[in-house]
């Protein structure tokens, strides 16, 4: 293994006390003060994340709104300028090359943000499949740090240090050139925590400027430096999906249940025809929602049993700190995923029992 | 970080009190702060027979599921079923909850044990 990359805010994680992890081939906390206070700093107040590690590709060109219809599930031709749309990006099984955020300047500039651990993949699916579209793919991530302040008073921090009026940007919508204590930075009210929030791009000497000015500004509302290990619990409990837990290239989005971001209706895209297929026959199974019925806590990548056999597996699977339950999400056969239906998680050597539920652990908070 | 005096510690992170042929067992104050908020401690049973390195506990923080080993071999003779409720006990206090006890087949494994000096040494590299 190669030594995990630094992000431009390395030396303030060491400086706030974080506790320095290797993730997808990056150095960054995995918590400072500890992943439950992080966890409800975030429901409750604000946390501040450093998500630098995630990839950013520019698609410029003439046809870049016809490249993107067909390169990715969701319809990217009724955007408007300034809009941002999640999206799935599939083979053509219908598997997932990785999950992604679209920014639409114009029809002929885009900004598509991916996942660390895909970048270089993804970099080379998007360029193998340019064919006769008129587009220029630039990888431009080690330009750009990133930062996501998430929570119901991250309005109110980040308004402190900008003149611009936030509260005009609409949920799932963008600012360029947004002044930030003296910086430039993009920020899109944005965010993978089921609070609202924004996530904020900048040049990377800006980083550790801006890092500081936030958690200052945040100091009286309770504000906190957040790590990896509460941004994984407070997704999980929104019932937003992971690339490697709940999405990968062996699942179909229809499977994973994000059909809502598939649109079958829209002229041809990569995977369309096996999704088509796929939901025309029906689904052989599909992610769950469940919670333990007796003690144990279910993780990533434990069988789920049902009748004396294997019959799924948990994709993730925490105790939850907002609910204080024994919950996750699971891939199992689909004549087990009623709810109600009793199943067991293999915890070790032995099996606990667990009930089917919906997947909409946590409500979202967010400002529409 | 905490150590006592009056102990024995392993390599894996756990203390052992020891009193005629009986060891209480439990994790250390360095155990139960690089491990975090505990929310689940499963606990072997009575009667268990295990040796030294096996496997007795597993203790679970919201991140991760943690095993526990054996420091002596020897019965289970007694769990602490106060932990099943509150797990979070033995951040609260490590050395005052203990997880099982053990009835030692062989007290000459406690030789290979550290004390409180050299376990307070051997922390001080691990971090």
């Not at chain 1, 319809?75 to 053509?92: A, G, H, N, T």
């Not at chain 1, 579209?133 to 240090?161: C, F, M, R, T, W």
């Not at chain 1, 925490?318 to 689909?334: E, F, H, Q, R, W």
Request: some cysteine; aromatic content about 10%; proline content about 3%.
């Amino acid at each position: 293994m190669s030594e995990p990359k630094k992000t431009a805010l390395y030396d303030a994680h060491v400086r706030y006390g974080g506790k320095i992890v290797d993730y997808a081939g990056w150095a960054l906390p995995v918590q400072f003060e500890g992943l439950t206070a992080e966890h409800d700093a975030v429901r409750n107040n604000a946390g501040l994340f450093d998500v630098s590690h995630m990839g950013e590709v520019e698609i410029k060109g003439s046809q870049a709104t016809d490249y993107l219809q067909n390169l990715i599930t969701n319809d990217v031709s009724s955007m408007k300028e300034y809009q941002v749309i999640y999206s799935l990006m599939c083979y053509p099984d219908g598997g997932i090359v990785d999950d992604l955020l679209v920014y639409k300047y114009t029809n002929n500039h885009y900004m598509l943000v991916i996942n660390a651990a895909n970048t270089e993949k993804d970099v080379q699916w998007m360029k193998d499949n340019v064919g006769n579209y008129d587009v220029v793919i630039n990888n431009i991530s080690h330009n750009v740090s990133e930062l996501a302040l998430q929570g119901p008073k991250a309005e109110e921090i980040l308004q402190k240090l900008t003149d611009t009026d936030l509260s005009k940007i609409p949920f799932f919508f963008f600012e360029e050139d947004v002044n930030i204590s003296g910086k430039k930075c993009l920020i899109s009210r944005t965010g993978y925590t089921g609070e609202d929030g924004f996530e904020i791009y900048m040049k990377n000497e800006d980083a550790e400027y801006l890092w500081d000015k936030i958690l200052e500004a945040g100091k009286d509302k309770g504000i906190k430096p957040a790590g990896l290990g509460c941004r994984d619990t407070l997704r999980f409990e929104a019932n937003l999906p992971l690339y490697g837990n709940e999405l990968s290239p062996e699942i179909t989005p229809l499977e994973a249940g994000y059909g809502f971001f598939v649109k079958l209706n829209k002229p041809d895209f990569i995977g369309k025809e096996a999704l088509e297929k796929q939901k025309a026959e029906g689904l052989k199974r599909k992610i769950v929602g469940f919670e333990m019925i007796e003690p144990g806590i279910p993780r990533h990548g434990y069988d789920v049993l049902a009748d004396d056999k294997v019959i799924g597996f948990v994709t993730t699977g925490y105790s939850s700190p907002t609910l204080k339950k024994n919950i996750g999400l699971a891939m199992v056969d689909i004549e087990y995923s009623e709810l109600d239906t009793i199943i067991e998680i293999q915890i070790r050597k032995k099996t606990a029992k667990a009930k089917v539920v919906k997947r909409k652990f946590y409500t979202k908070q967010y400002k529409k | 970080m905490e150590v006592r005096n009056d102990l024995y510690y392993s390599n894996d992170h756990e203390w052992v009190s020891v009193e005629g042929n009986k060891a209480y067992v439990g994790i250390t104050d360095f155990a139960q702060h690089s491990l975090g908020e505990i929310v689940y401690v499963e606990l072997p049973e009575v009667g268990d027979e295990l040796s030294a390195g096996d496997v007795f506990s597993v203790i679970e923080s919201v991140k991760a599921a943690s095993d526990s080993y054996m420091p002596v071999s020897g019965k289970i003779i007694e769990v602490n079923e106060e932990l099943s409720d509150s797990p979070q006990l033995i951040n609260e206090d490590p050395y005052g909850n203990w997880i099982v006890v053990v009835e030692m087949s062989d007290k000459s494994e406690l030789d290979d044990l550290m004390n409180a000096e050299q376990y307070e040494e051997f922390c001080s590299k691990e971090d």
